[in-house]
């Protein structure tokens, strides 16, 4: 299903937003708007960000662990990554 808009008639370019006059229509004063959250609703933004932030985290690879765990056991393995990261430490200083 489509919808077509036609135009209603001419559209002006848009502008910085501020009218010429418009504090003195207000009574020129300058204030600012505030807003001011309850400690409730504070409460309540954390929640939903810390449940956003679980929902985001990925699951947990249990066969990956497994391997990693046997690789960690391997001291050949230890040994080759310790020595890489040796090296790669080795070539940054000295480099």
Wanted: proline share 4%; net charge negative; hydrophobic share 35%.
């Amino acid at each position: 299903m489509s919808m077509t808009v036609n135009r209603i008639g001419h559209v002006e370019p848009i502008s910085s937003g501020k009218k010429p006059g418009r504090n003195e229509q207000l009574g020129g004063n300058n204030k600012t708007d505030t807003i001011n959250l309850s400690s409730e609703a504070m409460a309540q933004a954390e929640r939903y960000q810390v449940i956003e932030l679980i929902k985001s985290v990925p699951e947990i690879d249990d066969t990956r662990i497994a391997e990693l765990r046997q690789k960690i056991d391997d001291p050949a393995y230890v040994n080759e990554k310790i020595n890489t990261t040796a090296d790669k430490i080795l070539d940054a200083w000295f480099a």
